[in-house]
Nanobody, 119 residues
Framework: QVQLVESGGGLVQAGGSLRLSCTASGSIFRLNAMGWYRQAPGKQCELVAAITKSGMSKTADSVKGRFTIARDNAKNTVYLQMNSLKPEDTAVYYC?????????????WGKGTLVTVSS
């Protein structure tokens, strides 16, 4: 099993920044894709950004230019730097991981961290 622990969520004003971190532990052998999904109230869960162990990444159009994903393989940690936050970015952000390089249908999920952006 893989455990994912997120940190860094909170309350921020519009235009502000936050950085989310997620560290994987447990059976992390051959862990590949890691990323972030989010779910806003009343909306479907959506991919925000994800990155493979080799550095290939994908970022949702809605956050491109504002959010940046990064990864430290030595620390089994993935980061999401969120700048120019908007009220519509308010959501629970989930860290995800998988042993494949696919960014969809990832097997492992963290418990989530709430990001609230006030206007």
């Amino acid at each position: 099993q893989v455990q994912l622990v997120e940190s860094g969520g909170g309350l921020v004003q519009a235009g502000g920044s936050l950085r989310l971190s997620c560290t994987a532990s447990g059976s992390i052998f051959r862990l590949n894709a890691m990323g972030w999904y989010r779910q806003a109230p009343g909306k479907q869960c959506e991919l925000v950004a994800a990155i493979t162990k080799s550095g290939m990444s994908k970022t949702a159009d809605s956050v491109k230019g504002r959010f940046t994903i990064a990864r430290d393989n030595a620390k089994n940690t993935v980061y999401l730097q969120m700048n120019s936050l908007k009220p519509e970015d308010t959501a629970v952000y989930y860290c995800t991981a998988d042993r494949t390089d696919s960014f969809y249908g990832m097997l492992y999920w963290g418990k989530g961290t709430l990001v609230t952006v006030s206007s």
